[in-house]
């Protein structure tokens, strides 16, 4: 099955709102798109429509946070991450303010809409901040939980979530460790550490290589920051061929946070799969992801090169 | 409080400044001293902050959205007896009284504040959360004229007019000066008054260095009983220190001796 991961968090919001008062929601004239609606149906009084000002929204939200409730702001990832950077930057994360960023229409699948759409960095931008905390979902199940996650952490978070359906990969009944390196895969040989929508083409890249002889085992990052720098290590020491694997620019993203981790005790190489530092284009999500090789089939090809069985 | 005990206050307040910035040798004179007498006004006469309620969101909330003023909230709240820090560590390693103020450094900063325009973004978000506890609290927020230039403090004055927002009252402080010269000639804001009631926002004036005109203002806005309001408070930069007034160069530059003891001297001469 597949579902939208934006869809889990308006539901989540609608659960979250019910049972604590102090959540309020702001929109910055997306809010059918980026699902915060389904609070404004529950609870008007709650929702704030900030319109096309995506600055005013996130310091509106900052001042909320200032008074002690607990604000999520959404918009697309390329508006609530680029053009309210310094907003997030000065009046949220410098002060260590309880705001939520939770970003939708994040990477190239955004599709249609062109490279002005598809936010490529976002995670580098909020990686960088202090006191941030960088999440990127999965699927719908993983999305509903981390969302009730980072409403019970005291303190900027930004989670990153995409526009079009994803892959479930958990159920009803998972349980999660955000701080943690999820294991999805076991495998001997090469090892490819996913994040958000990629972790569906990991999987499944995983399946082509064994029937090409190559053992690969998945893994999910969730927290980009903090990253489970111990689990980081395990697994690449643990596999002589490691690949990381997002849609976000290589640079500044998972690759750059594995790397981060990795450099300090240099065993195993990483390789990158992701966006190579350039701009996306428009074409439908698949067409896009596929030219510019976010696919289970470039990820074999890569590993393929790299590992060279 | 009779007018001769503000002027006392604002006194005391600008010698501060002057102390802090000297001692720090960084700093900005200018736009503290021209805010002095209106934010002197507003904490000795109408927010209720004192020792008991410092650290709580239970009271009357202030942002000083052009934080390069920071000396004078601090002076303020040494005036008040409330600051927490010894005022010549103002600027120095280790200090609570960071550059620009940090609420997470100091307690009665209600806003970090720093970069221009967010201040007046923020204070909107404080009043809606006011709002929604229906608690009767009040929101002031301090703008320059220059950092009515950012494009946010609009977006912000939309949101709070289209909030109705009547426990918001911006304070501007119209010294006419930026640091790179005249507001008029580097990127003109004005017309204020204009400007602002068409956001809908209701506008009072006053001289911003006459008592009985500043609480003619405050008592004005304090009808309002459905919109934000604005209070354009006409003053001078460097107020009370004869060479630092309109003169941009003192908007973020520090005295050397002589000039700190003149600008005592000059502030000590003056009628209360």
Request: charged fraction near 25%; hydrophobic fraction near 40%; proline fraction near 3%.
């Amino acid at each position: 099955m597949k579902h939208e991961t934006r869809v889990a968090y308006g539901e989540a919001l609608k659960e979250l709102a019910e049972v604590n008062k102090d959540i309020v929601v702001f929109d910055a004239d997306l809010s059918k798109s980026t699902k915060t609606a389904e609070l404004k149906k529950a609870d008007p009084s709650r929702h704030f429509n900030a319109g096309i000002a995506e600055c005013n929204m996130l310091g509106m939200a900052a001042g909320m946070a200032a008074s002690g409730k607990i604000p999520f702001a959404s918009s697309f990832a390329v508006f609530a991450s680029g053009r309210a950077f310094e907003i997030i930057r000065n009046s949220i994360a410098y002060p260590h303010l309880n705001v939520k960023v939770v970003a939708t229409h994040a990477g190239l699948s955004v599709g249609e809409d062109g490279a002005s759409h598809q936010a490529i960095e976002d995670i580098a931008l909020m990686r960088s901040l202090p006191n941030m905390r960088v999440f990127v979902a999965s699927d719908y199940y993983e999305t509903k939980a981390l969302i009730k996650h980072v409403a019970s952490i005291d303190g900027p978070c930004y989670v990153r979530l995409q526009r079009g359906k994803s892959d479930d990969i958990y159920d009803e009944d998972s349980t999660f460790d955000f701080d943690k390196v999820k294991v999805l895969k076991e495998g001997d040989d090469v090892a490819l550490i996913a994040t958000g929508l990629m972790t569906q083409e990991a999987l499944k890249a995983s399946d082509i290589l064994k029937d090409k002889g190559i053992d690969a085992g998945v893994y999910e990052v969730v927290s980009l920051k903090p990253i489970d720098e111990e689990g980081i290590l395990k697994i690449v020491k643990g596999h002589k061929k490691n690949f990381t694997i997002e849609e976000h620019n290589i640079i500044g993203g998972l690759y750059g946070a594995v790397s981060e981790v990795v450099a300090k005790d240099p065993s195993n190489p990483v390789y990158p799969i992701g966006v190579n530092d350039t701009f996306g284009e428009s074409g439908q999500a698949d067409e896009v992801m596929k030219k510019y090789g976010l696919t289970a089939d470039n990820i074999v090809n890569i590993v393929m090169e790299c590992a060279g069985k | 409080m009779e007018n001769r005990e503000l002027k006392i206050h604002a006194r005391n307040v600008r010698k501060k400044i002057i102390e802090m910035i000297y001692s720090a040798q960084s700093g900005h004179p200018g736009g503290a001293l021209s805010a002095t007498d209106v934010i002197t006004y507003l904490y000795f006469e109408k927010m209720d902050i004192s020792e008991d309620n410092v650290s709580s969101l239970d009271r009357d909330r202030f942002v000083l959205s052009k934080g390069h003023a920071s000396a004078l909230l601090y002076a303020i709240l040494d005036e008040k007896g409330l600051l927490d820090e010894d005022i010549h560590t103002f600027r120095k390693i280790d200090s609570k009284l960071q550059g620009h103020p940090s609420m997470r450094y100091l307690k009665g900063v209600d806003m970090s504040t720093g970069s221009l325009g967010q201040g007046a973004s923020v204070a909107v978000g404080m009043a809606l959360a006011n709002k929604l506890d229906q608690n009767g609290h009040h929101i002031y927020c301090l703008v320059g004229d220059g950092e009515s230039e950012e494009g946010i403090m609009w977006e912000a004055m939309m949101a709070a007019h289209h909030y109705h927002l009547d426990n918001l009252t911006y304070i501007l402080d119209l010294n006419h000066l930026q640091i790179d010269g005249q507001i008029e000639k580097v990127m003109d804001p004005t017309p204020f008054k204009e400007k602002y009631e068409a956001f809908g926002l209701y506008v009072a004036e006053c001289d911003g260095h006459d008592f009985d005109s500043i609480k003619k203002a405050f008592a004005e806005v304090s009808k309002v009983d459905d919109r934000p309001q604005v209070i354009i408070a006409h003053t001078v930069k460097g107020k009370g220190v004869s060479f630092m007034e309109n003169d941009p160069s003192w908007h973020g530059s520090a005295p050397n001796e002589a000039q700190y003891k003149q600008a005592l001297a000059e502030l000590d001469k003056e009628e209360a």
